[in-house]
């Protein structure tokens, strides 16, 4: 079965700081990785995803992911957080049907 | 170009009652899945429509049906409610089932008491 793990369930930086949140994932297969945004009241926002090809993947708003193989890994990074990018993260696996894993809450400090 | 719609955006419901949510796909998508997210959690895909016909399911049970029309708007149905179904479901439209990633409505938030 498929599943997907985000260790931090919150994580404070401050703006201006860079920014990695964190996602392991177990699937049988070559997965479909994507990372969404949700703010407070609303629904998700789809940052970047993954399928094949190139590990290093660009997405939306500045984030980007890279996809580890060996270490069943898709972590979202962000050189430069901005006090926008407040809200919850959330990993997912599969194509329909995907797995979330429980978010990691981003709180920005100015 | 309007995205994925949802209503209604807030309801309260009683324990045993039934709730039927409404959404629109966004334009030019064919394909509908359901999340319900429980607070503190990410979404739980409930099911899946494609072509009116129900494709896929996840782990919940019959109290929970659906149904997609000919435009492709989609309704959930959840019989004999309990009090944890209170939750945020949000629908998911994509064109096809290509699994690409989906457009999500912001949910209706379902309150049960």
């Known amino acids: 079965a498929q599943s997907v793990t985000q260790p931090d369930i919150h994580i404070t930086v401050s703006e201006g700081a860079s920014l990695e949140l964190r996602c392991n994932y177990s699937y049988g297969a070559t997965p479909y990785l994507f990372w969404y945004v949700q703010s407070p009241g609303q629904g998700l926002q789809l940052l970047l995803k993954y399928f094949s090809g190139d590990t290093l993947v660009q997405g939306i708003k500045g984030f980007e992911a890279e996809f580890k193989r060996s270490q069943s890994s898709f972590n979202l990074r962000k050189p430069s957080v901005h006090w926008s990018d407040a809200a919850e993260y959330f990993c997912a696996v599969g194509g329909s049907k995907s797995t979330f894993g429980d978010g990691t809450t981003l709180t920005v400090k100015p | 170009d309007a995205g994925v719609t949802q209503s209604p955006t807030h309801l309260i419901k009683t324990r045993g009652q039934q709730v039927t949510l409404r959404c629109s796909p966004k334009s030019g998508h064919d394909t509908v899945s359901w999340y319900q997210q429980a607070l503190g959690q990410g979404p739980q895909f409930i099911f899946q429509y494609y072509e009116e016909e129900e494709r896929q399911r996840g782990n919940f049970p019959d109290r929970f049906s659906g149904h997609q029309f000919p435009n492709y708007s989609s309704e959930l149905n959840v019989n004999a409610l309990l009090l944890g179904d209170s939750a945020l479901y949000l629908c998911?439209?994509?064109?096809?089932?290509?699994?690409?990633?989906?457009?999500f409505g912001s949910g209706t938030r379902l309150t049960v008491v």
């Open positions: 998911a439209s994509s064109y096809r089932d290509t699994g690409y990633g989906y457009t």
